[in-house]
């Protein structure tokens, strides 16, 4: 058996971890060392970070102070640093973070799910709820998280330590955090985003039409639609046609669980295109469909996919894409197509998507290799520029 000196390292850092364990919580957190200064990948202007040293505050009896250990680059970023469409800047992003609680104020006990916190556990944010600390994941299954608050995306303040993309981030009394000590760190990276897909499969799943046996399109294979089918998967469902215009994301497809992959650039034509997504289905359309582009004509199209008295999930848009043309009479009413759609997740959502993580583990389906690129903080403008590029699926920043 060969030991790779990075599992030899985890092993050290377990067994560390476990004599910790079982000292009081006052010299555990005596001796975790916590410097007089955090640096933070702050956006100053369009296109540019800075990388800017701030104090690390003293903490307030409901705070945590994280040690961030990696932080995912979302498409929102990627939008906030061309166009700044929140008016955040200056501002700390990464909103996709997580890491280790090196200090914690002597009210914070439990996670949200109520699970116990201890210095040294694996966490990762979701919402803030400053203003109304009666939301719990229990009574938010229907309230997505765009009426909240998230880190990586509030505006700055005097603690500046608000977003993940820094070496601490301060997470303040009344913000959801969980503990996922239980998750590898390539599992935790791609939490908030599965979390998106967790959601919109709950939403596919209010039509009734989303069954095992079910035929499901997905088109558009970025990290989101890559998530989608990796999530169908999980959930038995095993006869997935993937579409997209790049060869090598649909060989992440197939690696992700797709049975099927339809470029739809050897397609000339809406009538073509179809042929070819009814082909790949052994000559039947699609039973439901997940739209995952954030392109118009790509939502006008998978109506044509979908067969009469099928569904539709349509989660691209997830900012203001444009209008998009379809015929009413013929894509929607008279063949009966249900449609919802989808965006962000609620707490609960967020609960779900462990569970995933760790079936997706389980049963094998690759899915760390969706990290396709690692950047250090003080790399982030580089890490930014590639995302911008759309080289790579997920890109992590890391301290
Ligand atoms: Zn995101």
Same mark, same amino acid.
């Given at each position: 058996m060969d030991i790779k000196s990075e599992q030899i390292e985890a092993i050290v850092k377990e067994v560390l971890a476990n004599m910790n364990g079982t000292a009081d919580k006052t010299a555990k957190a005596a001796s975790v060392d916590v410097?007089?200064?955090?640096?933070?990948?702050?956006?100053t202007k369009l296109e540019h970070y800075d990388i800017v040293e701030f104090p690390i505050p003293e903490l307030g009896d409901d705070d945590i102070l994280v040690k961030v250990e990696?932080? /995912?680059?979302? =498409?929102?970023?990627? #939008?906030? &640093?061309?166009?700044?469409? &929140? /008016?955040?800047?200056?501002?700390?992003? =990464? #909103?996709?973070?997580? %890491?280790?609680?090196?200090?914690?104020?002597?009210?914070?006990?439990?996670?949200?799910? =109520?699970?116990?916190?201890?210095?040294? +556990?694996?966490?990762?944010?979701?919402?803030? &709820?400053?203003?109304?600390? +009666?939301?719990?994941? &229990?009574?938010?299954?229907?309230?997505?998280?765009?009426g909240a608050d998230v880190y990586g995306l509030i505006p700055d303040d005097d603690i500046h330590l608000n977003g993940w993309f820094a070496d601490y981030i301060v997470v303040r009394g009344g913000s959801t955090v969980f503990n996922v000590s239980n998750l590898d760190l390539d599992s935790r990276i791609l939490i908030e985003p599965s979390a998106v897909l967790i959601h919109a499969v709950e939403r596919a799943k209010t039509t009734g039409i989303l069954r095992f046996n079910s035929r499901v399109a997905v088109q558009g294979c970025g990290p989101i639609g890559l998530l989608c089918i990796a999530i169908l998967r999980t959930m038995g469902i095993e006869n997935i046609?993937?579409?997209? %215009?790049? $060869?090598?994301r649909l060989e992440f497809a197939r690696e992700m669980g797709a049975t099927e992959t339809v470029n739809f650039k050897d397609h000339k034509g809406i009538e073509a295109l179809t042929d070819a997504v009814k082909n790949a289905f052994g000559g039947y359309l699609a039973d439901f469909a997940f739209q995952c582009t954030g392109s118009p004509i790509a939502h006008a199209n998978i109506y044509k996919f979908i067969r009469s008295g099928g569904g539709l999930c349509e989660l691209g848009f997830f900012i203001?894409?444009?209008?998009?043309?379809?015929?009413? #009479?013929?894509?929607?009413? $008279?063949?009966?197509?249900?449609?919802? %759609?989808?965006?962000?997740?609620?707490?609960?959502?967020y609960a779900t998507t462990f569970d995933f993580l760790k079936?997706?583990?389980?049963?094998?389906?690759?899915l760390h290799k969706l990290i396709t690129h690692r950047f250090k903080l003080a790399e982030i403008n580089e890490a930014h520029q590639t995302n911008l590029k759309m080289e790579g699926l997920k890109i992590a920043v890391l301290p």
């Open positions: 410097p007089k200064t955090s640096r933070a990948a702050m956006l990696a932080c /995912g680059v979302c =498409g929102t970023d990627a #939008h906030e &640093f061309k166009r700044d469409p &929140f /008016g955040l800047i200056p501002v700390v992003l =990464g #909103h996709e973070g997580t %890491g280790e609680i090196v200090k914690m104020g002597k009210n914070v006990k439990k996670d949200s799910a =109520g699970k116990p916190l201890n210095i040294g +556990d694996k966490v990762v944010t979701c919402m803030i &709820f400053k203003d109304n600390p +009666d939301i719990t994941m &229990f009574d938010l299954n229907k309230q997505n998280v765009g046609v993937a579409i997209d %215009g790049e $060869s090598k203001n894409g444009g209008d998009a043309t379809i015929n009413p #009479h013929f894509d929607i009413c $008279s063949r009966e197509i249900t449609i919802v %759609g989808s965006w962000v997740y609620t707490l609960r959502d079936r997706a583990k389980g049963i094998g389906i690759p």
